[in-house]
């Protein structure tokens, strides 16, 4: 038995994913059924391997994410949830709120170039090491903070710190987990879910920990945390085997003109953009007599890659900065995301002053709003833009591009911009507090929105780079929200949240914009992307 590789000659991203035409040439593919035609399963699952991890039944694969998505959440939870305690800190601590939003700042910026650190371990050593450190540091780092918050301010900023570098990898890991284990068109619904564990956690994190905070302590709160994080880490060691595959797979890889001078080529490459050329690579004597690997050697296989070194690895994020395509999309997440950072720093100085006078758990249960617009956005942008993405696809001759999911974008600018105006002018006047906090949720699923397509299209786009592109990403975001923690406090105290909000999400929308240059020029950018192998000249 023969293994079917292609040869790679079109734009990175680009996949034949429906055999509409049920053809000869590719019917002996891997596929599930779509209608009267084929969804060819992308990236195709090993031949020769029954370890291969897209072969996993449906309930391991769940296991595996949904020990992803209690680590991300544990992650997401953490960083805000000082949000009801911002005014008790800042009268322990005898210093400005601004102050206090610094330590929240302090995480957010090491837990972006952390990924530096932590994301080369995870390719050359596999994932599932990281995941437990970064868990079993993570539950320190909250112990530490626990013991901080009645301690000493540069403590506790030392601390968060810490808890940020340790927590680093929640925004690199679980993307390529994903990536991992899921097929192409499955993809962006757990991207969706993915979010909504990273959102969830920066929206419930704030709630509970409020009326923690109100009848015991921050010190509780922290303690409680780092009790969660012991149970995510029990169960990643004995229910989260490595995911990385090393053996061979079938690929299948739409073949493109952009190579061809003579217009009759280009004209005759056009007409049949959907064909694939099929090549043959033998397989090793061992591949064909692999055999399954028992349960406990799943879960405790070591795997270090040997083909790359650390110090290539550590490069790779700062290459992917000359990608359009992850620019783009470290754009738009940091400046999705900055709004769960933002809302984390201003609700206390929002709701705690007249007319509202909310205590540490009303101004908690503020965070149930943005978490029903983030379940909403997880819809819009997950099992809806999936579809909608293979709507296009099929009226492509069955050629997915990238690019399809980017229309969702329109109602992520739309909903983005619409919250930041109700919650503006609602709190300005000063009407009921429902007024601001429904606005909330109208901005957080267009956040939600944003981020997963952000991480989506950006995958789509560089599938075989999932961990080196959340690295970039992630840190790109951290600055951008960064940013945040060290002016929005005394610039809502200067201007109003009316000015603050809409100059924001004026600034998003202009960032949404910009997706009509992806959405025309994407395919093209991406062909330069690989003409160009920056990867190759590094």
């Not at 599930?32 to 090993?46: E, I, K, T, Y």
């Not at 805000?80 to 995480?107: C, E, H, K, W």
């Amino acid at each position: 038995m023969t293994s079917i590789t292609q040869e790679h000659s079109s734009a990175p991203g680009t996949e034949l994913l429906i055999d509409q035409d049920n053809s000869d040439t590719i019917q002996h593919y891997q596929h599930v059924a779509h209608g009267d035609s084929h969804l060819l399963l992308v990236p195709q699952p090993s031949l020769t391997d029954p370890n291969d991890p897209l072969l996993w039944p449906r309930w391991k694969k769940w296991t595996v994410f949904g020990n992803g998505l209690f680590y991300s959440f544990n992650g997401g939870v953490t960083g805000p949830m000082m949000a009801g305690g911002m005014i008790g800190l800042s009268v322990f601590f005898q210093r400005p709120l601004s102050d206090i939003a610094y330590s929240n700042g302090a995480t957010l910026i090491c837990q972006g170039f952390g990924t530096l650190l932590w994301m080369p371990m995870t390719v050359k050593f596999g994932r599932r090491p990281v995941y437990l450190l970064s868990n079993f540091l993570m539950g320190i780092a909250c112990i530490w903070l626990a013991i901080a918050s009645e301690k000493t301010f540069p403590n506790l900023v030392c601390a968060r710190a810490f808890l940020g570098l340790f927590e680093a990898p929640i925004e690199a890991i679980v993307p390529s987990t994903i990536a991992d284990i899921f097929f192409l068109h499955e993809r962006g619904e757990m991207i969706a879910l993915y979010g909504l564990s990273v959102l969830g956690g920066n929206e419930l994190g704030p709630l509970f920990s409020a009326y923690i905070i109100e009848y015991l302590s921050l010190r509780w709160a922290f303690f409680i945390i780092a009790i969660s994080i012991g149970v995510s880490l029990a169960l990643m060691t004995f229910l989260m085997p490595e995911t990385i595959f090393e053996g061979h797979r079938p690929i299948i890889v739409p073949v493109s003109s952009y190579d061809s001078k003579e217009e009759s080529k280009q004209e005759e490459a056009e007409k049949h953009s959907s064909e694939h050329i099929e090549t043959e690579e033998r397989v090793s004597g061992e591949s064909l007599t692999v055999t399954k690997r028992t349960y406990m050697q799943d879960l405790f296989r070591f795997t270090a890659n040997k083909d790359v070194s650390l110090w290539a690895l550590f490069k790779r994020p700062f290459i992917l900065m000359a990608y359009p395509t992850v620019l783009w999309s470290s754009l738009i997440y940091g400046m999705s995301l900055s709004w769960n950072v933002i809302l984390g720093i201003i609700v206390a100085q929002l709701f705690s002053p007249p007319p509202y006078y909310f205590t540490s758990g009303s101004q908690g249960l503020v965070f149930l709003s943005p978490l029903v617009g983030s379940l909403l956005g997880t819809y819009l942008c997950g099992p809806l833009a999936d579809r909608t993405a293979t709507w296009f696809t099929a009226r492509n001759n069955g050629v997915r591009e990238p690019e399809m999911r980017l229309p969702t974008c329109i109602m992520a600018a739309f909903l983005t911009f619409l919250g930041a105006l109700i919650s503006g002018l609602t709190y300005n006047v000063k009407t009921h507090w429902a007024g601001p906090i429904i606005g909330f949720g109208v901005l957080s699923a267009g956040a939600q929105m944003g981020a997963t397509l952000a991480i989506s299209y950006s995958l789509d786009c560089h599938k075989e780079l999932s961990a080196e592109i959340m690295v970039t990403i992630s840190c790109l975001k951290s600055l951008v929200a960064w940013i945040w923690t060290w002016c929005i406090n005394d610039w809502l105290s200067a201007s109003g949240i009316l000015t603050v909000f809409m100059v924001i999400a004026t600034v998003n929308v202009l960032v949404y914009g910009t997706t009509i240059i992806f959405h025309f020029y994407g395919k093209s950018i991406r062909i330069w992307i690989h003409k160009s192998n920056f990867m190759g000249q590094a």
